[in-house]
C-alpha cells in the first residue's frame, strides 16, 4: 500500500482537502477549498479550489473541472478536462479537453489538445510534450 501525509497549520484545510479528494466532500458552489492537492486516480471539482493541483505522470491522474467550478493555481496532470473556468500555468503530459463551455487563462504546455467550439484560452498553448521523431541513422 502507500501512505500519503498532508501536512500544515491548524486551519490549512488538510483535512477539508482530504475530504475531497476522497469523494466525502463534493464542494459546492459558493464553497471554496484552498490548499495545494497532489492525487492519484480522479479528482473531480464542483466548487472552487484554491491552490496548486498535481499528480504525477505514473499515476494516470485525470483532473475533471466541472462547468460553473473554478480553480485558481497551477494544474500539472496528465489528463484534464476543463468545463469551468481554469486560471494558472497548466501542464498536461496526456490530454487536455476543453469542452464549449470551459476557458483557460494562462500558458498551456500539453500533449493532445481538445478544443470544443465555444471554449476559450487566454494565454499561450505550447505543444511541448509531443514524442520527438527519432532520426534516422
Same mark, same amino acid.
Given at each position: 500500500g502507500k501512505i500519503t501525509t498532508l501536512l500544515g497549520a491548524n486551519g490549512a484545510g488538510k483535512t477539508t482537502t482530504l475530504k475531497a479528494i476522497s469523494g466525502v466532500l463534493r464542494t459546492e458552489r459558493g464553497e471554496v477549498t484552498k490548499g495545494n492537492i497532489e492525487f492519484e486516480g480522479e479528482l473531480l471539482i464542483q466548487g472552487k479550489v484554491q491552490g496548486d493541483i498535481s499528480s504525477s505522470p505514473d499515476s494516470k491522474g485525470t483532473l475533471v473541472i466541472e +462547468?460553473?467550478? +473554478? @480553480? +485558481?493555481?497551477?494544474?500539472? @496532470?496528465? @489528463?484534464?478536462? @476543463?468545463?469551468? !473556468?481554469?486560471?494558472?500555468? !497548466?501542464?498536461?503530459?496526456e490530454l487536455l479537453h476543453i469542452t464549449s463551455s470551459g476557458s483557460i487563462e494562462g500558458p498551456v504546455r500539453y500533449n493532445n489538445l481538445q478544443l470544443e467550439s465555444g471554449s476559450s484560452v487566454a494565454g499561450s498553448l505550447s505543444p511541448e510534450f509531443k514524442a520527438k521523431p527519432r532520426s534516422a541513422t
Open positions: +462547468e460553473k467550478a +473554478e @480553480v +485558481e493555481g497551477n494544474v500539472n @496532470v496528465p @489528463v484534464i478536462k @476543463v468545463g469551468g !473556468v481554469l486560471r494558472g500555468d !497548466v501542464a498536461s503530459t
